[in-house]
């Protein structure tokens, strides 16, 4: 099995690094979120988003991917960008698999506030998301 890819970023203002492994729904929110905040931190222009971290793309697999669109990446939006990640490097419908996860959790032997915390942290995975269910869902 793939070691899972992890996230890192040296400072607000600096791009992020996604390294090599296999891309799991939780490292590409946290992708997302090292990104959105490198964007916020630098006022990088939402035209120039995808190219201004592209590069931080470790793993050869996702490099290579993102050359051979790199056309038509660089010109969406990086929301778009983040879509086609997920669906290209998630696991076959991860968005309804996850959403069934978190309709079955079960508190079990756990506090009710950690039960609680497990199920809006799985949840936020879906933030963007159709799968993603509302407060009132929950």
């Known amino acids: 099995m793939t070691k899972s890819t992890s ?16 891309l799991t ?3 590409a929110r946290d992708w997302d979120n090292a990104c959105a905040t490198y964007f916020m ?8 988003q995808v190219k201004m971290i592209a590069f931080g793309m470790l793993d ?25 990640l997920k669906d ?3 696991e076959s419908h991860w968005d309804t698999k996850l959403r069934r996860k978190v309709l079955g959790l079960r508190q079990g032997n756990h506090a009710f506030y950690e039960w609680a915390l ?12 159709i799968a993603h269910l509302t407060d009132m869902q929950l």
């Open 7 to 22: 996230v890192k970023q040296s400072a607000p203002n600096k791009p992020p690094k996604l390294f090599a492994g296999e």
């Open 25 to 27: 729904p939780k490292v």
């Open 41 to 48: 931190h630098k006022g990088i222009d939402a035209a120039d």
């Open 60 to 84: 050869p697999r996702l490099h290579t991917w993102y050359l051979t669109q790199r056309a038509v990446l660089d010109t969406g939006t990086f929301t778009t960008y983040m879509t086609a």
């Open 88 to 90: 290209s490097w998630l």
């Open 118 to 129: 497990e199920l809006q942290n799985q949840n936020t995975l879906l933030y963007g998301n």
